[in-house]
């Protein structure tokens, strides 16, 4: 009969130690839908899925925290990680602690409001609880250089905010109706998560202003001023552990370039390079609201 191991070492290393702990999830980049393809990072449910699930499930883990750097981005994807981390959250019984790095702000905000508590730097930038949507109008352009354009349609509205064609008046009742209606479901998500701490007027809270990390704490949209360490060694004792929980990457994936990689192949199309520089320019406008 063989000699037995030791129970100690049959468990993972980082969890060996009798102090506590909580498990770490980084949210970097603008929230969109898809891989990142062309964006240097980018946050959606599809990348963030398996993340979540690896870190409510490490054995006694006693919190789990959203390290939170995002200028925002889809509103959908945004509701579905935060109603997924409340998911877990509750089914786990496992408190959540968010922490804004350079700024969580729109959609960052609403990422950070799935959280039980709030922290960031003094300079953080917290808020934006609005809605926008930004486009281009070429009409001038193709009339100058005579390019006649031709969109056929079955639906009245589908070629609607065409950047070719002049604004029309409709269209632009029937965006703002719907992005009435997504700023309505951000502030209904504030007002329950951050329901008895708001200290400020819901026109200034919602016009979509942003605000310091120190201005944010005085309007009760956060609560607190600290980083990851500190805060949670106070909580949990300076022999706390973070357990970094890492996005995992296809093996296949990796290999041919898809996803976060760009293959040579495919990168040496004219249409990919102009997918590059879209995508990087709408990347910059984004997080340059922000003057980042």
Same mark, same amino acid.
């Given at each position: 009969m063989g000699i037995l191991r030791p129970f100690k070492y049959l468990v993972p290393k980082r969890f060996r130690s009798s102090g506590p702990v909580v498990s770490v999830i980084r949210m970097e980049g603008v929230i969109a839908s898809g891989r990142a393809g062309f964006r240097s990072s980018q946050i959606n449910m599809e990348t963030l899925s398996d993340p979540l699930d690896r870190a409510f499930k490490v054995p006694d883990?006693?919190? &789990? #925290?959203?390290l939170i750097n995002s200028p925002g /981005?889809?509103?959908?994807?945004? +509701?579905?990680?935060?109603? !997924?981390?409340? *998911?877990?959250? =509750?089914e786990? %019984?496992?408190? &959540? $602690? *968010? $922490?804004? %790095? =350079? &700024?969580?702000?729109? /959609? /960052?905000?609403w990422l950070a409001c799935s959280a039980d508590e709030i922290y960031a730097d003094t300079s953080s930038i917290i808020g934006s609880i609005g809605v926008i949507f930004t486009g281009f109008g070429f009409q001038e352009f193709i009339k100058r250089y005579g390019i006649e354009r031709r969109v056929y349609t079955a639906g009245d509205h589908k070629g609607s905010l065409d950047p070719f064609l002049d604004e029309n008046n409709d269209d632009i009742d029937r965006l703002k109706k719907a992005q009435s209606g997504i700023h309505e +479901? $951000?502030?209904?998500?504030? !007002?329950?998560?951050?329901?008895g701490k708001i200290d400020a007027s819901e026109e200034k809270l919602f016009s979509g202003e942003f605000w310091t990390g120190t201005q944010a704490l005085e309007l009760g949209l956060i609560d607190g001023i600290g980083d990851l360490r500190s805060v949670m060694r106070e909580r949990f004792g300076n022999k706390v552990k973070f357990n970094i929980i890492p996005q995992r990457k296809s093996w296949l994936k990796d290999r041919l370039g898809i996803g976060s990689k760009i293959s040579s192949e495919k990168f040496s199309t004219s249409n990919a390079w102009v997918d590059a520089a879209i995508?990087? #320019? %709408?990347?910059?406008? #984004?997080?340059? !609201?922000?003057g980042l």
């Amino acid at each position: 009969m063989g000699i037995l191991r030791p129970f100690k070492y049959l468990v993972p290393k980082r969890f060996r130690s009798s102090g506590p702990v909580v498990s770490v999830i980084r949210m970097e980049g603008v929230i969109a839908s898809g891989r990142a393809g062309f964006r240097s990072s980018q946050i959606n449910m599809e990348t963030l899925s398996d993340p979540l699930d690896r870190a409510f499930k490490v054995p006694d883990v006693k919190a &789990v #925290i959203l390290l939170i750097n995002s200028p925002g /981005g889809s509103p959908v994807q945004s +509701s579905l990680i935060a109603k !997924r981390v409340r *998911a877990l959250a =509750d089914e786990k %019984e496992v408190p &959540v $602690f *968010a $922490f804004a %790095e =350079d &700024v969580a702000a729109s /959609g /960052g905000y609403w990422l950070a409001c799935s959280a039980d508590e709030i922290y960031a730097d003094t300079s953080s930038i917290i808020g934006s609880i609005g809605v926008i949507f930004t486009g281009f109008g070429f009409q001038e352009f193709i009339k100058r250089y005579g390019i006649e354009r031709r969109v056929y349609t079955a639906g009245d509205h589908k070629g609607s905010l065409d950047p070719f064609l002049d604004e029309n008046n409709d269209d632009i009742d029937r965006l703002k109706k719907a992005q009435s209606g997504i700023h309505e +479901s $951000f502030k209904a998500l504030v !007002r329950s998560r951050r329901f008895g701490k708001i200290d400020a007027s819901e026109e200034k809270l919602f016009s979509g202003e942003f605000w310091t990390g120190t201005q944010a704490l005085e309007l009760g949209l956060i609560d607190g001023i600290g980083d990851l360490r500190s805060v949670m060694r106070e909580r949990f004792g300076n022999k706390v552990k973070f357990n970094i929980i890492p996005q995992r990457k296809s093996w296949l994936k990796d290999r041919l370039g898809i996803g976060s990689k760009i293959s040579s192949e495919k990168f040496s199309t004219s249409n990919a390079w102009v997918d590059a520089a879209i995508g990087n #320019i %709408e990347e910059r406008l #984004i997080w340059s !609201r922000f003057g980042l």
